[in-house]
């Protein structure tokens, strides 16, 4: 099977954990760890550098803190996990029995709108970054905003990249750093769509046909997108799945949504962004031991094993060949 997940927020809850309870990737009770990962036949996680911008002094100091964490993990963990920067290096630790680990951004504001900082986080290894969070930020515009201090998203779509952003996301095209439009006001995709030429990815989106959430994809955006050979991960929060008050196995709404996006951008375009330890606990998802079943409920909702494939690895590992060199 050998999954690969485009987003979890793993790293943030390591590093905001208490002294008095450590956690740590070799073993923990969130949603990924070592062992849950090797039930669940990880071959890679995109592990996210995650902060509320609002909530910290200096979002570039706290980046690099959890980057420093970041790096901290993987050494105590090399025998089971290993960074990678380059393709190669995820075929080499497949090889060796070792599952891989991609650093990623979520939430461009550490880069304070500067190409320098940018750089000095793709040295860093960061090798794809969601351009916003919940927060308007120097690149561009969510598709949701907290407002007035209100824990209540609102709906904001009107105004895409900044002037700076448009120089941004041409830089990362430049550096070979992957852009993440997920979380993205729908003005902002369609701006990365005119204002770039390379394909990229809404690493934990799912379809706004499917559910009606403005965090979802709309079908123009899952079209253009597929037709620029992105892809786009299927997010496991109940909240972008389906409506509290419908019935039903949420394995079977990650099936529907699969199907939608299958149907509005292509087999290629489908992947897994799960969002773990970033999302509620369900019991029908509680974490990364639950990729099986989703593999076994994607077949008997009549996708081929090969298209399972697709959508558990091959897609992302394809754009990743083209990225990661």
Known sequence: MNAVDMHCDTIMKIYQSPINEPGHLKKNNFQLDIPKMQQGDYLLQNFAIFL????????????????DC???EMEENTEEIRPVTRYEQILDNGLNERMSALLTMEEGAPIEGSVEKLEEFYNLGVRMMTLTWNYPNEIGYPNAVFADGNEQLTEKTQSGLTHKGIEIVQRMNDLGMIIDVSHGSDALVNDVLQYTDRPFVASHSNARKVHSHYRNLSDDLIKKIGERGGVIGINFSDHFLQDAKEKGSLIH?????ARHLYNVGGIEAVALGSDFDGITVHQDLPDGTILPTIYDALRK?????????????????????????
Do not use: G, T
Not at 253 to 257: P, T, V
């Open 52 to 67: 509320d911008k609002e909530a910290v002094d200096s979002p570039y100091e706290e980046a690099k803190a959890m980057i």
């Open 70 to 72: 970041f790096y901290n």
């Open 253 to 257: 709404a990650i099936c529907r949504h």
């Open 301 to 325: 909702s009549d996708f081929s094993s090969e298209q399972v494939d697709q959508i558990f690895n091959k897609n992302i590992l394809r754009l990743y060949q083209d990225f990661l060199i």
